[in-house]
């Protein structure tokens, strides 16, 4: 079993940044590959980015591609991800979800999940 929680949510002004952070518990998390997702309201919960492990391969949807970066820390079983110059499409619920497949970036391919964390950009 992987336990995630996220945190580092919140409101800000679109052209801001914001960092979020999920910390791991359980199984060993070097061997896991993370992702992070959104869901906004109203609509599907969508890939944002993943860092695989191993080489630490990243993948990002290309609305967030520039923007976002993904990064892990292995020994404080924690994987971030930075989200600089914010608009307001990318506000959503934040989650944070954990997987032994590699480079995965489908929502089908992660078994543990984060409950999420809100963020919000206003304009």
């Known amino acids: 079993q992987v336990q995630l929680v996220e945190s580092g949510g919140g409101l800000v002004q679109a052209g801001d940044s914001l960092a979020l952070s999920c910390a791991g518990s359980g199984r060993t998390f070097k061997s896991l590959t993370l992702g992070w997702f959104r869901q906004a309201p109203g609509k599907e919960r969508e890939f944002v980015t993943t860092i695989s492990w191993g080489d630490g391969s990243t993948d990002y949807a290309d609305s967030v591609k520039g923007r976002f970066t993904i990064s892990r820390d292995n020994a404080k079983n924690t994987v971030y991800v930075q989200m600089d110059s914010l608009k307001p499409a990318d506000t959503a619920v934040y989650y944070c979800?954990?997987?032994?497949?590699?480079?995965?970036?489908?929502?089908?391919?992660?078994?543990?999940w984060g409950q999420g964390t809100q963020v919000t950009v206003s304009s």
């Open positions: 979800a954990a997987t032994s497949k590699y480079r995965a970036t489908s929502s089908g391919d992660y078994v543990y």
